[in-house]
């Protein structure tokens, strides 16, 4: 017994053999990818890789901050993969996948070829974790965004990672919109994808020198969330404004705890921007017959960020005017957003899976008359927030 | 070199057997010198009287001269003066008060071996016994502060090489009737004493039984440290772990003796043995319970993890930079990637190359002639720290992992256990550096296996985890408060 052992010992050591070993100077480590349109029906590919002798601080970095700190490749082919093969012919090393923060796909190729063949190749590729952020560059090629130098952050992935990462954007998205979440919506739940968009903040200027990065004007080479781009099925339709991809992020339970919302005056000009916090959103669709029901609910409270309107706070009847104002500014754009959606025909709040899931037998009698239903559907919004704290004062500069 | 050199020696076959203790004194004392090879510190003196006559042999250095010349010889000549030896020994004996023990024999090799042990032998004339006067006294090393286990708080007292010293140390702690030191000769070529200490009625029997066993049945011609005895009562078997603690402090003694444990002692260490060992008891110290209990639960977890760093850093290091390294924060990989970039060698042989280099260092520390100390560590802590870095022959990475692994390989409070990681590291790196994280499971693995396997004087070594004991937790990882336990500590039943 001992020999069997100690043959099993040894040969578990030598004949393994360290397969599978990489040094870590043999590895390209990938930290996004770009996916693009490219010459006669092929597919371009971009990879963001870093270059680590740039990247790292002290003495050993060895080429220093001459370098750039990351470096695109771009590789074309057929489809994906023969592109991310034929990578390999350019690279001196050997494509290290996990890493990956995010995936960045052109305009053109979403709204042409769609994400069916990504999604697959990306989601049998063993190396590669589902959960990296998704992104359609707006009105530009993946390339170009990942050709970017973005102040401040090591690179343009990295970069836009972190815009969806730090709370406070416009859209206020909790996690970003993952591959893994794309593939649920489209396959899973039969319901229409929305994904993250991204731009360049100015089109014209180069950055992908670092050169442009000396100079003090740092939205030359910033990049920018934008509304959510909207998927019919695997293809890019349209996109959403701000205020729909908010009212989206609101109904979908994907917002960030404290949100920031600005809302106009009631007759006067001006503005009330606050802060919500807390919010209880309930979505819910109802068929009753033949008729369908949307009824949204948001309770929670917000506090006060700035005013530009004449309304007393000091007294319960301007306290009450404000949640009025900010009540019925909310209802109305909840209330547009999902007519927008109506308007398009497309089910992005999600709207078919919870019929499906919680009223299964009217579900199966109506699917059939699912658009004219859509299109029919009732949109009840009952907004009621009341006000926390009205800041550190309470008087008003327009009060008169 | 000692095992070609110990032919079946020892004293008492190398005298003939068909000695005995003669009528006369003289030629006692011409056999003892035949024997012995006339040695150069034999001492004797014949006293001679008008009818009768006595003389007093022993080995210079070995007992209390002073105490000879005052007390024996003097109550020793009154009495002869005026009795004549004929009238008996065992008259001698009750009427003679020698202020040491005093034992007769009529065999001449019992007469010899108590001779080298540093009795005072008296002959006298017409008597065919020799009386054995007990007055050990020789130089030992004052009672100093133990070098390889100090603490902050607690006794500073130490062992020392004298048993009789020893023994005292314990005595003074534990000032109980029950204690028990149970001797044992132990070689056949040195028949060194061995005692065994425990508490009557708290000990674990079998543990006793087991132990006694195993020291009477010891086959070894030669033992000088507990170390040596330790092979010879541990189990049989290529174990990399100690199965019994060794400690230099009789604090820790006495405090496994009330726990039931037994310790085994012996002439010329300073370090006793403490058995059933349990895993876990490597991992607390005397101090846990002389600090408040939540400190000494903080710093038990941090001997954990020390241990359990100086064990699998340097091959998680390597299996999770050659095998995993979607497992390491991106950040951490960029840095680590460029420390690499350039590097001649794959990340195991960086690690064996610290590791070996810090080894030698650290032998050499041990090994060297203390002024030349400064030197070394000067060359050391440039060779480890910097230039290696400098010169591109390892990634500053490596560095750190190794000086993490050092100092926690220092932070277990006993050597021996310390020094199965040191050697299991170096498996285990193997393992990592051919199969990843799986290889170091399977070692791991292998090693839970052998460990709950293991028993310490058929004691499981595990235990109180394999088997589990609810009960015992509450001292073994986290160490609750004195009050928690019942004070009185129950007896067994007299057997």
Redesign the interface.
Known sequence: MKNFYALFFFS???L???S??????E?L?L?GIGIDQGDDQNVKVTFQA?N??A????E???GGASQATSYTFESEGEDVVAAVFNANNLLSRKL?F??I?SLVVGEDYARENGLHEISDFLERHY?IRDSYMLFIAKETTASDILNTFPPLDNSSIQNIKRLVEVPGSTIGLKDGIELEDFIRWRYGDDRDAVITGVERVTKETDSSNTESLNEIEGNKNALRLTGLALFDKDYLVDWLSYKDSVAWVMINGESETVKNYTVPCRDSKGTIGFLLKEMDIKAKPKIEGDQLTYMIQVRGHFNLQGMTCKIDLSTDKGVTELQDIINTNLEEDLQTSVENAQDLNLDYFGIKNYLFKNQPNQWEKAKDDWESLYAQMEITTEVDVYLESPGARVGNNEES | MWRKNSKNVSPTNQTDTTLTITEDVEQNIEQIKHCLGDPFDLVYKEYKFKRTAFALCYIDGLISTEDLERTVIPSLMDWFKENDSSSGARDFSQHIQVPKKLNTTSDFSIMLTALLRGSTILFIKKGTEAFLISDQHWETRSIEEPSSQTMVRGPREGFVEALAVNSTLIRRRITNPRLRFKSFIVGEMTQTMVMVIYIEGLVNESALNVACSRITNAKASEIFETGMLEELIEDKGYSPFPTLIDTERPDVVSAALTEGKLAIMMEGSPFALIGPATFISYFQTAEDYYNRFDLSTFLRMIRFIAFWIAFALPATYVALTTFHQELIPTDLLISLAAQREGLPFPAIVEALIMETVFEILREAGIRMPRPIGPAVSIVGAIVIGEAAVTAGLVSPAIVIVVSLTAIASFANPYYSIAGSARIMRFVLMLFAATAGIFGILIFTLILCIHLVSLRSLGEPYMSPFAPFSMKKQKDTVVRFPMWWSKRKKRWKQEA
Not at chain 1, 20 to 25: F, K, R, V, Y
């Open positions: 578990l050591i030598f393994g053999g360290c599978g070993q990489e040094e870590l100077d590895l480590i930290t870093t680590p002798q990247q790292a601080g002290g050993s970095g060895g290290f996990p890493h923060s190396e």
